[in-house]
C-alpha cells in the first residue's frame, strides 16, 4: 500500500512546503478547506495509508469521509502529551513549517490543551487505539501491522 499524508499533499496542491506560511499567507480557514478537499479525495481511493493531520478530523467534511470510507480501518496511535510534545519539540521540520496551535505559542501546556480538545473525537473515530507510549518505531510499526493482520 502507498503512504499519503494529508498535510504533505495539501501542501502540495496549494504549493507551498510550509503549513506556517500557508496559515499566515492565506489563513487558516483557507488551509482546512484544502485540508478537507484532500482528505475526502484520498478516502475515495483503494490502498492507501492515509496519515491525517492533528486537526484534521476536527473539520466536518474530514471527519464524515473518514467515518464513511469504506473497506477502512482507522487506527489511532495515542501517545501522551508529553510524547507528543517531545517529538513535535525533536523535529526540526515540525518548528520550521507548522504554526501555533493557540494563543499559547506552544509548549507542553498547548499541546495538553489541544489533546484535551481532540482527543474524545480521535477516539470516536477509531476502530482500533495503539498506546504508543514507550514504543519506539520498530515497535509502532509492529503493533499496527498485526493489527492489519487481525482486521
Known amino acids: 500500500m502507498q503512504y499519503l499524508d494529508v498535510d504533505d499533499v495539501t501542501c502540495d496542491r496549494i504549493g507551498c512546503d510550509s503549513i506556517a506560511k500557508i496559515w499566515e499567507d492565506h489563513g487558516e480557514p483557507y488551509w482546512r478547506a484544502n485540508e478537507v478537499a484532500v482528505t475526502e479525495d484520498l478516502c475515495k481511493q483503494d490502498n492507501l495509508v492515509i496519515g491525517l493531520g492533528g486537526g484534521t478530523l476536527m473539520q466536518d467534511g474530514a471527519r464524515k469521509a473518514v467515518e464513511t470510507a469504506t ?3 482507522r487506527v489511532y496511535l495515542k501517545g501522551s502529551a508529553k510524547l507528543l510534545y517531545q517529538r513535535i519539540t525533536g523535529d526540526v521540520r515540525s518548528s520550521e ?3 501555533s496551535l493557540t494563543a499559547m505559542g506552544g509548549g507542553l501546556d498547548e499541546v495538553i490543551h489541544m489533546l484535551e480538545k481532540r482527543e474524545p473525537t480521535y477516539l470516536a473515530v477509531a476502530d482500533v487505539v495503539i ?3 514507550g514504543m519506539d518505531l520498530d515497535q509502532v510499526t509492529a503493533a499496527v501491522m498485526n493489527v ?4
Open 71 to 73: 473497506d477502512t480501518l
Open 131 to 133: 498506546e504508543i507510549d
Open 148 to 151: 492489519c493482520r487481525l482486521a
Open 97 to 99: 513549517t507548522r504554526p
